[in-house]
């Protein structure tokens, strides 16, 4: 470029002005794309919030049922427990019997 262009007549000047003022439209563009962008991290950010407080939710409950579901499979354990304990103790109980009595049915 020669030291005596007229910055009115100047080629360079017309394209270094076109230059900025696209440089200027995609500083707008780009200013607006990020705003969008900002929001709509936010609104994910809230969402996995709210996701979370729901899993913390189901994640009680599914304690909850599990502790529930566990003490109804206990209960026939030990329904069958004290059955057989009956069991025994009339066993036991006929056998003592039976020695009290001089142990009827063995061979005198």
């Known amino acids: 470029m020669p030291d005596n262009c007229n910055p009115n007549d100047c ?4 394209r270094v002005d076109a230059l900025e003022k ?3 439209r995609y500083r707008e563009n780009s200013s607006g794309t990020h705003r969008q962008m ?3 991290i936010g609104a994910l950010e809230q969402n996995g919030a709210a996701v979370k407080t729901k899993l913390d939710s189901i994640e009680g409950k599914l304690d909850e049922l599990t502790v529930t579901v566990k003490a109804l499979a206990d209960k026939p354990a030990k329904r069958w427990e004290s059955l057989v304990g009956y069991a025994l103790s009339a066993l036991v109980g006929a056998f003592l019997l039976w020695v009290a009595s001089g142990m009827p049915g063995v061979g005198k």
């Open 38 to 40: 900002f929001d709509r």
């Open 11 to 14: 080629p360079v000047s017309a």
């Open 22 to 24: 696209e440089f200027d």
